[in-house]
């Protein structure tokens, strides 16, 4: 706008103004109006994190200005109504045996792994894992001594970092078990057993949560031998004697 003589001009325009002059003659005053205006504009913008705008790096939702002249030297005004959305990350420590699936992969070794995604906000989501992988070495062969009718005794090399197993035995071909759980060492005594019996044994090494592949063997224990009642020798010059108690079930004798 402009204001000339009393009045406020809005427009461009040819305007004139006619008045008396020093000498009380007519005036007349023209003016060649050119009217620029000024000008403003609004923005609506979403951003994550951060956004850069006129020299400025802004972090927080808001409503922000600008000023500045416009190509007609008129005052121009710029109005940013920003949003700041915020990036997400996430970190997990995970302990797992032999494997681990995660975002669609299978992890078989330790390390830091990432993964990277969209959030809920249209920002990126970093997650990061800490995987440690326990691989758990299975038993590969087992020692059996001192076999006797009753008892075994059991020996194999230690390859669990806990030096701690699952042994389990059974004399009816898998049909029942004795288990014995958390077994500390690589050796055992098996006692109480059946007299010429087979047992199938099982051994699993443990550490931290996790188990190995199942080791099995095979024994079969010895005869129960049992020493009769009233043995005597008779001699002669010409053969010898032995007489003993007759033991209800005996087939024969050694």
């Known amino acids: 706008s402009f204001d000339w003589n009393g009045v406020t001009y809005t427009e ?15 005036s007349t005053a023209t003016l060649n109006l050119t009217i620029n205006n000024s000008s403003s504009s609004s923005d609506d913008v979403t951003a994550c994190d951060s956004f850069d705008w ?9 409503t922000y200005t600008f000023a500045t002249t416009n190509a007609e030297g008129c005052d121009s ?16 420590d995970v302990t797992a045996c032999d494997s ?29 894992l800490n995987l440690s992988i326990i691989d758990v070495q299975d038993v590969t062969s087992v020692e059996i001594n001192n076999i006797t009718a009753t008892s075994a005794s059991l020996d194999w090399d230690n390859v669990s ?14 049909l029942s078990w004795i288990e014995i759980i958390n077994h500390v060492g690589s050796f055992i005594n098996l006692n109480d057993l059946d007299p010429l ?15 190995s592949e199942i080791f099995s063997t095979l024994f079969t224990t ?11 020798l008779t001699a002669t010059p010409f053969d010898v004697t032995l007489s003993w108690d007759v033991l209800d079930g005996a087939d024969s004798y050694n």
């Open 161 to 174: 970092p806990t030096n701690m197993y699952n042994i389990r035995y059974s004399y009816d071909g898998g």
């Open 100 to 128: 681990f699936d995660w975002n669609g992969v299978t992890y078989t070794e330790s390390g830091t792994y990432t993964f990277t995604t969209t959030n809920a906000v249209g920002c990126d989501s970093t997650a990061n």
């Open 12 to 26: 461009s325009g040819t305007y004139t103004f006619t008045t008396t002059n020093a000498v009380g003659c007519d």
């Open 197 to 211: 019996t087979t047992y199938n044994i099982q051994i699993i090494s443990l550490a931290y949560g996790c188990e």
């Open 54 to 62: 006129n020299g400025v790096t802004y972090t927080e939702s808001g």
């Open 222 to 232: 010895e005869v129960n031998c049992i020493i009769p009642d009233n043995i005597s």
């Open 77 to 92: 005004t710029a109005t940013l109504n920003l949003t700041i959305n915020n990036s997400s990350s996430s970190s997990d």
